[in-house]
T-cell receptor, first 114, second 113 residues
Framework: AQSVTQLDSQVPVFEEAPVELRCNYSSSVSVYLFWYVQYPNQGLQLLLKYLSGSTLVKGINGFEAEFNKSQTSFHLRKPSVHISDTAEYFCAVCHYQAGTALIFGKGTTLSVSS | EPEVTQTPSHQVTQMGQEVILRCVPISNHLYFYWYRQILGQKVEFLVSFYNNEISEKSEIFDDQFSVERPDGSNFTLKIRSTKLEDSAMYFC???????????FGPGTRLLVL
C-alpha cells in the first residue's frame, strides 16, 4: 500500500530564509509525485509535479523539489521565502498503474514571519 | 483562468439528514473526484468518476455516499444519512485525463450536529 509521510507538521521560518519541507513516500511501484499548497480559505493549488525525466522539478512561486528514488523522497525547497508563502503544503503520490487517486500526506504548515 | 467551484461553502446539518454537496468542474475536464479532510487529518480520496460512472472508490465511500453528474456541468456528492464523523471539509477536483493534474475547488465545510 502507498503512504506519504511529511516529517514536519509545522515549519516556522523568517522571511528571506531558505526552507525545505520534507516528504517521503512508500510504494513498491513507480509513482507520480505532487506538491500542493493551500492558502487560508482556499482550495488546493498545484505547486509542482514529478512524472518522469529530470529529478529536479521547478514549480510556481520559486519552489522546486527533487525526486530521490533511492531514498523515496520528494522534498520541497525554496531558497528565500516571503510572508506570502505562509500556507499549508501537501505532498501527494499517485500510483498511476492502479488508478488516479491522490494519496496525501498530513500536510506541513509553513509560517513565515518578518 | 477557469476554476472548480463548490457550493455551499459551509453547511450545518443534523445527524441522520441527507446532504448534497455540489461542484462545477472545469468545463473541458472529463475526470471528477471527491476528497475529504477531517479536521487535523490527511486529505483522503473518496471517489473518482469518468464517463458517467464511478471508476475508483475508497473504503470510506460506502453505501451512504453516492455521486452523480445530473447535467453537463454539475457533479454532486450525496450523503444519505449523515453521521457525526462525516464532519469534514469536502473537496471536489477535476482533470482532463486520468493522469493529468487534478484541479481542486475551495471546499465545502460540512458540520454534522
Amino acid at each position: 500500500a502507498q503512504s506519504v509521510t511529511q516529517l514536519d507538521s509545522q515549519v516556522p521560518v523568517f522571511e528571506e530564509a531558505p526552507v525545505e519541507l520534507r516528504c517521503n513516500y512508500s510504494s513498491s511501484v513507480s509513482v507520480y509525485l505532487f506538491w500542493y499548497v493551500q492558502y487560508p480559505n482556499q482550495g488546493l493549488q498545484l505547486l509542482l509535479k514529478y512524472l518522469s525525466g529530470s529529478t529536479l522539478v521547478k514549480g510556481i512561486n520559486g519552489f522546486e523539489a527533487e525526486f530521490n528514488k533511492s531514498q523515496t523522497s520528494f522534498h520541497l525547497r525554496k531558497p528565500s521565502v516571503h510572508i506570502s508563502d505562509t500556507a499549508e503544503y501537501f505532498c501527494a503520490v499517485c500510483h498511476y498503474q492502479a488508478g488516479t487517486a491522490l494519496i496525501f500526506g498530513k500536510g506541513t504548515t509553513l509560517s513565515v514571519s518578518s | 483562468e477557469p476554476e472548480v467551484t463548490q457550493t455551499p461553502s459551509h453547511q450545518v446539518t443534523q445527524m441522520g439528514q441527507e446532504v448534497i454537496l455540489r461542484c462545477v468542474p472545469i468545463s473541458n475536464h472529463l475526470y471528477f473526484y471527491w476528497y475529504r479532510q477531517i479536521l487535523g487529518q490527511k486529505v483522503e480520496f473518496l471517489v473518482s468518476f469518468y464517463n458517467n460512472e464511478i471508476s475508483e472508490k475508497s473504503e470510506i465511500f460506502d453505501d451512504q455516499f453516492s455521486v452523480e453528474r445530473p447535467d453537463g456541468s454539475n457533479f454532486t456528492l450525496k450523503i444519505r444519512s449523515t453521521k457525526l464523523e462525516d464532519s469534514a471539509m469536502y473537496f471536489c477536483a477535476s482533470s482532463t485525463g486520468g493522469r493529468e493534474t487534478q484541479y481542486f475547488g475551495p471546499g465545502t465545510r460540512l458540520l454534522v450536529l
